[in-house]
């Protein structure tokens, strides 16, 4: 079951703040953060591991709840170089390698 | 320390053609996947290869698409007898280890286009 993303789209002026929720049926075991500018190669964010860890660099942090089977990913301080569209991937099981991506969100920062 | 490589990156075939993809992943990495991307769409899952070995391959239609990584060389994505349906970029990702727990990188994908 691919991974439901909200909002599908979020529009902001430099500076704001935006949240994208990834909510998945299925347990998870662990959930990556990708963003794809158009016409570009997916970018790696960062991944969250089964434990309800929080992760985060500079202005980009992430939030995995097993129990929710939830990811939500907060972007702080917006820039610019924000937009494109985000996806989360979710692993089901530590059994399995693959990667179910999820709906996508995309983010357009203007000026 | 080179990314992972695809060739070609823009590929024209016609309708019953066949087309042949490449990846060479990161070195050093031995796990290699396959995605497929239609249009303002997400990444679908295609097929997740080691060395010689397909490991999954539950996302990859049952007739005409194909996939190997051998032991020398690239992986390849095969489509045979192409239909307008497949065109679609397709992104290869390599990853040290089984993604569950480790970051893809991801290549610049081959655009594929069925005239």
């Known amino acids: 079951q691919q991974p439901v993303q909200s909002p599908q789209a979020v529009i902001l002026r430099e500076g704001e703040d935006a949240v994208i929720n990834c909510s998945s049926s299925k347990a998870l075991y662990s959930v990556h953060w990708y963003r794809q500018k158009h016409g570009e190669a997916p970018v790696f964010l960062m991944i969250?591991?089964?434990?309800?860890e929080q992760k985060g660099h500079d202005k980009i942090s992430a939030s995995f709840n097993e129990k929710k089977q939830q990811s939500s990913l907060y972007l702080t301080a917006s820039q610019l170089s924000y937009s494109g569209t985000y996806f989360c991937g979710t692993v089901p099981t530590a059994n399995t390698d693959k990667l179910i991506f999820g709906t996508g969100t995309r983010l357009q920062v203007f000026p | 320390n080179a990314g992972v490589m695809q060739n070609p990156r823009h590929l024209v075939r016609r309708r019953g053609q066949e087309a042949r993809l490449r990846c060479s992943p990161m070195k050093g990495h031995s796990h290699v996947y396959w995605y497929r991307q239609l249009p303002e769409e997400g990444l679908k899952f295609m097929v997740y290869?080691?060395?010689?070995?397909?490991?999954?391959e539950s996302g990859m239609p049952k007739e005409r698409f194909s996939a190997e990584f051998p032991k020398e060389g690239p992986s390849i994505l095969r489509i045979q007898q192409v239909v307008r349906g497949d065109s679609a970029a397709y992104f290869c990702a390599s990853s040290p280890q089984g993604q569950k727990s480790y970051e893809q990188y991801f290549g610049p994908g081959t655009r594929l286009t069925v005239t």
């Open positions: 290869l080691q060395k010689e070995n397909i490991i999954d």
């Open positions: 969250l591991l089964k434990g309800g």
